[in-house]
């Protein structure tokens, strides 16, 4: 991990910093720099009260394991989304002529928000509910009853206890997921691209504009502007995410009609821009047809290459990732804390910034043309912070003793972890694999700066269908592509599954 | 993994072993799809077309990328993007057998590119949804279209450079007022064409710069009048593209070919009804060109050399003036 990072994620930065020194006249950007802190903090306060509101009613309220488990299934999903294909669904879903207007025309109501401030912070706090519910949800479920039951017997009234017990012992988690849903919201770049306007810009999408204008210097300077600002909030949300509370049984009850009704509010936000996404194309014939007959031809390449180009760059990044987790991951839950600290390191850069950073050395010191290799490294090094926490958990389950018995009956390093260690970590090394994968093929912001157009990923496709008068087209790319990404995940979760253990 | 490395770098390489050209998006889903197969079939070569979007995004890989290209031909530029490319030293002077062929006022006084089509930029606006269109950039203004209007970046489309060459030609240093108040107008601001354009077919937008001959593009596929452009009173403004050999090419034979191609009656006879622009030769229009693109009685010019001296000072002053 040390070694990967320093060569393929600090060396980079480093010379990029150093070949286009970063002007220090930033009064130019203060603007565009206030406003994307001010969208960032909006859209993660919007996150954050929504993902209050579901984990609240999934925590408090008795509902069938069914729901409960689709509930935590969408919260999944969101995650693995891709971000073009999310931003279609907003197209879809809040257009002029979109889902939503053409349900309520009817009455006289007509939504107008695409380009407008309102549009990014919907669309960021909505992508971003189920990051919140991923870190505040788990502790609040497993936020100890006795406390509650304490408080009710001395007189509280439920929110007299949300507000003096519950969230007092909840503000690290609230803290930190806020902070995450601000990271998001800050680095967002296909929903900005699509619904952001240039009124809302954020430094991530300034980024590579400046790098396709060939302003180095500009593009430079909003990168060392944009890696203080991460690095700040990120290893704030770090230290914050790893407090203690006091855990035990779930306390249910049956009464709390507002949180159900916010639950469902914030659910049908997400679930609409995600399903619409999938389905609308599925549900348009004449997509399918218009792609097969036009499509390929504007994109200059049919769907296999797409697909070839695709999984040749994910598949290796995710062998990559896989490979470099597992070692840190071990060294981590042996105590190794740079190891730890090394992995983060990818959290405190955006894609955009390590993409400009590989452009750089590439323009300098390559003759051939490696883009797809760089975009095969950038991949794995952007899915490093989430591969090597799930590796250090998977690692957590293999006890020290075992391997150390393993020893003595005389079976080498090699055998050990094959015959020992391997089977125990499967699932995590599976869920890695899959979800990098996964991020991968919806990764956009890389594949533009790096691919130069001589090749089409899945997302890359779709997104130059969408903004170039092809839109139904992208529609129907699109729905095989969220469906290729869903198949994947539900794929690793179904092999997680799977008990290597004898 | 190393031989997937290996595979992923000859993939790369040998889908770039023929003549190279870096265009924009509606090229290759348009032109491009005539030139292809008349060049391989009167060369045995095939030729690739490269799209990044819009012309200015592919100027940017190639200057990027310098003599690592693979591109042998950029074809697109505009007038003004064109300004660019001799900044940096990319392209290579030739001047086409066939030159008399151009129309006497189009000829380039050094041919670092040749011209291939010229049109006139213009405000197009949806007829279902301005009923009253605007008529002079003073209308563009009005509080009515406020949030309707979208235009192209000038930093990456060369419509979207024209537009602001277009309002420097009518207020001159004066200009960045103009976008002050216009910039309360603008629904948003595209990287290219395609995009805009996109956005008023899909009836996001209402107005958008554009084309003087997209409304006999509406009457040609619609039979309809559903976009249509407008005449601006202060006086139009001409876009001229051009078509230029890469100083790195190694098929430079091959890349002469190319340009004389572009040249031939069989390509700028297409050119109306596929670019939807006028050709640079005397080739007959097609009959929607003469019935449908409006008369225009005064056209506005700027000076190239004052366009080459200004252009960064005038696109630093639209970026402050729009907060970009």
């Known amino acids: 991990m040390m070694v990967f990072v320093s060569i393929f994620v600090i060396f980079p930065l480093v010379f990029l910093l150093a070949s286009f020194p970063p002007s220090f006249e930033i009064s130019k950007y203060t603007s565009l720099i206030l406003m994307n802190i001010f969208q960032a903090a909006v859209s993660a306060a919007v996150a954050l009260i929504g993902g209050i509101a579901i984990s609240y009613f999934l925590s408090r309220r008795k509902i069938t394991p069914f729901l409960r488990s689709i509930i935590h299934s969408i919260s999944k999903v969101s995650f693995i989304f891709p971000g073009v294909s999310m931003a279609l669904g907003f197209l879809i879903v809040f257009g002029k002529n979109g889902i939503l207007n053409q349900i309520l025309n009817p009455f006289g109501i007509h939504i107008n928000i695409l380009y407008t401030f309102l549009a990014v912070v919907i669309g960021h706090a909505f992508y971003n509910i189920p990051v919140v519910l991923y870190i505040t949800g788990t502790s609040w479920e497993k936020l100890s009853g006795e406390i509650i039951e304490a408080a009710e017997i001395d007189g509280a009234t439920p929110w007299r206890i949300f507000r003096s017990v519950e969230v007092p012992i909840l503000i690290p988690s609230l803290i930190s997921s806020y902070l995450m849903a601000f990271l998001y919201s800050f680095t967002s770049f296909a929903v900005v691209m699509t619904i952001g306007g240039f009124r809302y810009r954020t430094l991530e999408v300034e980024i590579y504009s400046k790098v396709s204008m060939l302003d180095f210097r500009g593009a430079s300077t909003l990168t060392l502007v944009q890696m203080l600002i991460v690095a700040t909030a990120a290893t704030a949300a770090a230290i914050l995410k790893n407090r203690d509370f006091p855990s035990g049984y779930p306390k249910f009850k049956e009464k709390g009609a507002l949180s159900s009704i916010l639950a469902f509010v914030f659910l049908s936000g997400i679930l609409l821009p995600m399903l619409s996404s999938l389905l609308y194309g599925l549900a348009n014939q004449n997509a399918f047809k218009l792609l097969f007959e036009r499509g390929w031809d504007f994109l200059g390449m049919g769907f296999f290459s797409i697909a070839f180009w695709s999984f040749s760059i994910a598949i290796p990044a995710a062998l990559i990732s896989t490979v470099v987790s597992t070692s840190s991951g071990r060294a981590s839950s042996r105590g190794r804390i740079l190891s730890g600290i090394f992995s983060s390191i990818p959290t405190a850069v955006s894609t955009a910034v390590l993409a400009f950073a590989y452009l750089s050395v590439l323009i300098k010191f390559l003759t051939e043309d490696l883009s797809p290799i760089s975009l095969v490294i950038l991949h794995a090094s952007i899915a490093l912070p989430m591969s090597h926490r799930i590796m250090e958990s998977g690692w957590m389950t293999v006890p020290r003793y075992i391997e150390e018995a393993a020893e003595i009956d005389g079976a080498n390093k090699i055998q050990t972890f094959f015959f020992v260690d391997f089977p125990m970590i499967f699932p995590a090394m599976i869920r890695v694999f899959t979800l990098s994968i996964a991020i991968s093929l919806s990764e956009l912001a890389g594949v533009l700066i790096l691919s130069g157009g001589k090749f089409l990923t899945f997302s890359s496709a779709v997104y130059r269908l969408m903004s170039s008068r092809h839109f139904l087209e992208a529609t129907a790319l699109n729905s095989v592509f969220v469906l290729i990404v869903l198949g994947i995940f539900f794929l690793g979760e179904f092999l997680t599954q799977i008990d290597l253990i004898p | ?324």
Do not use: C, H
């Open chain 2, 1 to 324: 993994m190393k031989r997937l490395v290996i595979i992923l770098i000859l993939a790369t390489v040998l889908s770039f072993s023929n003549l190279v050209v870096y265009t924009y998006d509606s090229m290759v889903s348009g032109l491009a799809k005539d030139i292809a197969p008349i060049f391989e079939s009167l060369y045995g070569e095939k030729v690739s077309f490269v799209s990044f979007g819009d012309a200015g995004k592919a100027l940017s890989r190639l200057i990027i990328e310098g003599e690592k290209t693979k591109a042998d031909i950029i074809l697109g530029l505009d007038q003004n993007l064109l300004l660019k490319a001799e900044k940096y030293g990319i392209l290579m002077k030739y001047k086409p057998v066939n030159y008399t062929k151009i129309k006497e006022t189009l000829r380039p006084k050094e041919y670092l590119a040749t011209p291939f089509d010229y049109g006139s930029i213009a405000i197009v606006y949806n007829t279902e949804t301005v009923k009253n269109p605007p008529k002079s950039f003073k209308d563009l203004l009005d509080p009515r279209f406020k949030r309707k209007i979208v235009v192209e970046d000038p930093r990456t489309s060369s419509t979207g450079l024209s537009f602001l060459l277009w309002t420097v030609a009518v207020y001159g240093e004066k200009f960045t007022d103009y976008w002050k108040k216009l910039k309360e107008n603008l629904l948003t601001i595209t990287s290219g064409w395609d995009e805009a354009f996109e956005m008023l077919e899909r009836g996001e937008a209402d107005i958008m710069v554009s084309y003087l001959t997209d409304g006999a593009y509406s009457y040609y596929y619609y039979k309809s009048a559903k976009f249509l452009p407008t005449v601006m009173k202060e006086g139009m403004f001409v876009q001229i593209e051009y078509v230029g050999i890469v100083k790195y090419t190694k098929k430079l034979e091959l890349a002469k070919r190319f340009i004389e191609l572009m040249l031939s009656d069989y390509v700028q006879e297409k050119i109306p009804l596929r670019q939807w622009m006028f050709p640079v030769t005397d080739v007959k229009l097609p009959e929607v060109f003469q019935k449908y693109v409006p008369k225009v009685e005064k056209m506005l010019e700027l000076d190239p050399k004052e366009v080459s001296k200004n252009l960064d000072k005038w696109i630093s002053e639209w970026e402050e003036a729009l907060g970009m």
